[in-house]
């Protein structure tokens, strides 16, 4: 079992930055991977990003080339860099630990889930 925390959400207006923290109790195995998640009310929860042990990441489409995922072991911390938001971006935001064969962005293959972080983006 693992402990997540994430931390760094907040209210930013549209085309700004914040960068999401998630602190892991421990170091990940070699089978594990990261990712983070979003649901916003009334909406299913959706993968944003995923990252393995060897930095290779997956995104998805509606975040590509604003979002980065990154991870530093040594801190057992990962992290989101999420520019140029939008409305659309306002969501609660987890971050999950799972075993998938490989990278994916299906919230069923991650078992440890944290308490999630805000994000509200206003036009």
């Known amino acids: 079992q693992v402990q997540l925390a994430e931390s760094g959400g907040g209210s930013v207006q549209s085309g700004g930055s914040l960068r999401l923290s998630c602190a892991a109790s421990r170091n990940l195995y070699s089978t594990e991977y990261m990712a983070w998640f979003r649901q916003a009310p009334g909406k299913e929860r959706e993968g944003v990003a995923a990252?393995?042990?060897?930095?290779?990441?997956m995104y998805a489409e509606s975040v590509k080339g604003r979002f980065t995922i990154s991870r530093d072991t040594a801190k057992k911390t990962l992290y989101l860099q999420m520019n140029s938001l939008k409305p659309d971006d306002t969501a609660t935001y987890y971050c999950?630990?799972?075993?998938?064969?490989?990278?994916?962005?299906?919230?069923?293959?991650?078992?440890?889930w944290g308490q999630g972080t805000q994000v509200t983006v206003s036009s």
């Open positions: 990252i393995n042990r060897y930095g290779a990441t």
């Open positions: 999950a630990i799972g075993r998938p064969l490989g990278l994916t962005l299906i919230a069923g293959h991650y078992e440890n």
